[in-house]
């Protein structure tokens, strides 16, 4: 099929004043490179994106940084043809440093125009995404950790500890769980308001932190509820030192805006030792936490298999977490005549772990 005449009617197309006043204002950077790399054109743009020193003549590889340098010269190796396809950092963005000395991704579109009338070279157009990466990582970051205290989430610590699992088991060593719960938490944040509660659980997760390696991994699971993953310890008995300095930590009050507060910690500990897989190694933790909390508070724990034997039932769990169960116990308050209240109502009593009741306590005035 032939081409149609051109239409002698028409008007003549835009000539090279018009795209260039368009590409004076375009914030994409085109450059156009010979085949040894050096830059013969460049938009104004380009100006932003690699300085001010002199931008045309120069080699591509030689704008962008001594540590991006060597990617970027294998990426245009292969764009130019001289190089076989290379997954490295030469791909579709590059990452470069920026005027600010802050890391720029730079996503890279090519097309080898070389014999091509005027143009005679490889065009390339590079536009900046770093904003729209940080916004990625980001939501990433917030997909994965705690908003309140930036600690990692159950999520996450699930993956790690997994890894941790793993990478145990292949070296030999020793990875373990340590679960903690804040005591007389629910006091605080009901005497002291929400805010108060929530500078408390901020403050405890760095307190936490602060009592194991930066290697470590400390999550805030929910509520008050923490976790720490210890990795490459030499044996179990070195988790009970971590725990002890948690507990320990744990000693001196917080100074909050409302005043100061005094909330201690319980711990329970399982190590890979006696848990053959992650889940295994989390309900032994949990286990562990049971046994701490019925014993006292400010203290820990770790596991061993007869705690498997003792394991309370659901029931008593609930019991247990909440300190109070609903069963019948006499009212005090007199009727309507004066006289004490004949037979049970439903009023709270107080029960141990056991199901023991306890006395509730007398009011005094």
Do not use: C
Not at 195 to 216: I, K, N, Q, T
Not at 312 to 341: C, I, K, M, N, Q
């Amino acid at each position: 099929m032939q081409s149609a005449d051109p239409d002698p009617a028409r008007p003549p197309g835009p000539g090279e004043a018009f795209f260039r006043v368009l590409l004076e204002d375009y914030t994409d950077v085109i450059v156009v490179l010979g085949d040894d790399a050096a830059i013969r054109y460049a938009t104004p743009s380009a100006a932003a994106l690699f300085g001010r020193g002199p931008i045309i003549g120069a080699r591509l590889p030689d704008l962008v940084g001594d540590d991006a340098r060597p990617g970027v010269a294998r990426a245009l190796d292969h764009m130019l043809g001289r190089a076989d396809p290379d997954p490295g950092p030469g791909g579709e963005t590059w990452r470069i440093p920026g005027r600010d000395g802050r890391d720029l991704y730079v996503h890279v579109r090519s097309s080898d125009l070389r014999g091509a009338g005027a143009v005679d070279g490889l065009v390339l157009t590079l536009r900046d995404v770093t904003s729209q990466r940080e916004r990625e990582a980001e939501l990433r970051h917030l997909a994965s950790h705690d908003a309140l205290t930036g600690l990692p989430n159950r999520a996450l610590f699930a993956d790690r500890a997994a890894h941790a699992v793993t990478l145990a088991r292949r070296a030999g060593t020793t990875a373990a769980v340590m679960l903690a719960d804040l005591d007389d938490f629910k006091a605080v944040n009901d005497t002291l308001g929400h805010p108060a509660g929530d500078e408390l659980l901020a403050a405890a997760a760095a307190r936490l932190a602060g009592a194991v390696r930066e290697s470590d991994t400390t999550a805030r699971l929910g509520g008050d509820e923490y976790a720490v993953l210890l990795e490459n310890l030499p044996d179990p008995a070195a988790a009970g030192a971590f725990a002890d300095r948690v507990v320990q930590a744990f000693s001196d009050p917080f100074t909050l805006a409302a005043g100061q507060v005094t909330v201690g910690v319980t711990v329970g500990v399982a190590t890979t030792a006696d848990s053959a897989d992650t889940a295994g190694l989390l309900a032994h933790a949990d286990l562990a936490l049971y046994a701490a909390k019925t014993a006292g508070k400010q203290a820990w724990r770790a596991y061993d298999a007869a705690m498997t034997a003792r394991m309370p039932t659901p029931r008593e769990a609930r019991a247990h977490a909440a300190g109070v169960s609903s069963l019948a116990f006499p009212d005090p308050r007199p009727d309507t005549t004066g006289r004490p209240a004949p037979g049970p109502t439903a009023g709270p009593r107080n029960r141990t772990a056991r199901g023991e009741d306890r006395q509730p306590p007398k009011n005094t005035l």
